[in-house]
């Protein structure tokens, strides 16, 4: 019976790293999609990416000063200042952040 309920401890914990792992890689392809809609200017579908990650849970600093830099660059200053201010939770020393979010505060 031990040896039985240690094999059902073990599977379930290998099947949720599996899951975990999976989730992981599905979030760095997302992220990756993001940086691509980016870098071609079509912020508004990064920033769908990246409020899709961070609604999924899978939000960090990264995620959120990316949020904020596609909201600054469509004038959303408001709104860029809010995920700045949320990836700073994450990030609070990070010199890009900071300067960003005192250029978008210069802004208002």
Do not use: H, W
């Not at 992220?31 to 691509?36: F, P, Y």
């Not at 200017?41 to 999924?56: H, P, Q």
């Amino acid at each position: 019976m031990k040896r039985l309920a240690l094999g059902i401890a073990t599977f379930i914990l290998i099947a949720s790293g599996v899951a975990v792992f999976g989730a992981l890689k599905n979030g760095q392809e997302l992220c990756n999609a993001a940086e691509q809609f980016y870098i071609k200017g079509s912020y508004d579908k990064a920033l769908a990416i990246y409020d899709d990650l961070i609604a999924s849970g899978n939000a960090n600093g990264a995620i959120y000063y990316n949020a904020g830099n596609c909201c600054l660059k469509q004038e959303f200053t408001g709104e860029a200042i809010y995920y700045y201010e949320m990836a700073r939770r994450f990030i609070p020393r990070d010199t890009e952040l900071l300067a960003n979010i005192r250029y978008a505060r210069s802004l208002m």
